[in-house]
């Protein structure tokens, strides 16, 4: 019997997997079947003209196939915006229970609507009937306890969700400690929806550990563990990639010159830069060492120097 390969979905991480980062991703790092964008900022009574959609327009996502996600909590304005996107093509959204930020759970958005599920299923009952597309969610285990999704998972069979996305934490724990497989496993007994893991994914040997622990799992969703490790996915697949080092550095330097002309000056492109370098300098240890000499760059010169230094060491 051949095993089934397993499907892989790049993580929303805001700030960094925006279209033009996905695309180059895309195109330099083989592996991932798809990409969860990160969540369209809800805005009130909006008919979300192309500059505020930007991120998920067509000729911008070519390269993967992308499922755009949604904060919102108020249905109505959730239905607007996913009539625009069936206007754009798309024909799946996902809804962002599992957003960690504070200043997003205390309007009672991402994990911060898990610990009232009357509040969600009140939003399913509305949105659901009106939705002219497929609907995922993507949540945490709860904001505070993980009781939070083990009670709300038996209720959301009632609806026609195309399938779960879980990741093993609480929305207080933000990045911190480990994922709670143990958890993850109480879930999968609690829902007939098709369910996706999410969470540390940093290895192919964690990967294998999860697959032979979770043997009904064939959709994972990937993220710090391929900003860290780019060749991750295709690795996880089985697939020979020649000229990593290469490759790398040419991923690097088509994304600098991207942003080099989309954002102005050089604050903005460092600061956007570095939010990858936090991830992606695991892949040149000392990693702690290399994230302070990026860190401490103040200007494009700096940050060149360092780049090229980095890469010419490893050569």
């Not at 497989?181 to 999860?210: K, T």
């Amino acid at each position: 019997m051949t095993e089934k390969t397993p499907q892989l979905i790049l993580a929303p991480i805001r700030g960094i997997t925006d279209c033009h980062f996905r695309s180059l991703f895309q195109r330099h790092f083989p592996g991932f079947d798809s990409a969860l964008a990160p969540f369209v900022n809800p805005q009130r009574h909006s008919n979300f003209q192309p500059k505020q959609l930007k991120d998920l327009l067509p000729e911008e996502n070519r390269e993967m196939v992308v499922v755009p996600q949604f904060l919102h909590t108020d249905p109505d304005d959730f239905l607007i915006l996913a009539g625009r996107l069936l206007d754009l093509g798309y024909t799946q959204v996902n809804w962002n229970l599992g957003c960690p930020a504070h200043m997003v759970t205390r309007k009672k958005r991402g994990s911060g609507l898990l610990p009232h599920p009357d509040l969600i299923l009140a939003f399913l009952d509305q949105v659901m009937p009106r939705l002219p597309m497929k609907l995922s969610i993507k949540t945490r285990l709860g904001l505070e306890e993980k009781e939070e999704l083990l009670h709300l998972l038996p209720r959301l069979d009632d609806y026609p969700l195309e399938e779960i996305i879980i990741h093993g934490r609480l929305g207080r724990q933000m990045y911190r400690g480990e994922a709670d497989r143990e958890a993850f496993a109480l879930c999968l007994e609690q829902s007939r929806h098709p369910i996706v893991y999410n969470g540390d994914i940093n290895s192919v040997l964690i990967f294998q550990e999860l697959q032979e622990q979770f043997p009904t799992i064939d959709r994972w969703m990937i993220g710090r563990g391929a900003l860290a490790n780019p060749f991750l996915p295709g690795e996880i697949k089985g697939l020979e990639v020649p000229d990593r080092l290469e490759r790398l550095e040419r991923f690097h330097r088509e994304l600098y010159h991207c942003y080099q002309e989309m954002l102005s000056g050089p604050t903005h492109l460092l600061g956007r830069m570095k939010q990858l370098w936090i991830y992606l300098s695991a892949s040149f240890p000392p990693q702690q060492k290399t994230w302070k000499k990026i860190k401490k760059c103040h200007t494009e010169v700096q940050y060149q120097q360092v780049i090229e230094s980095l890469f010419s060491a490893k050569k």
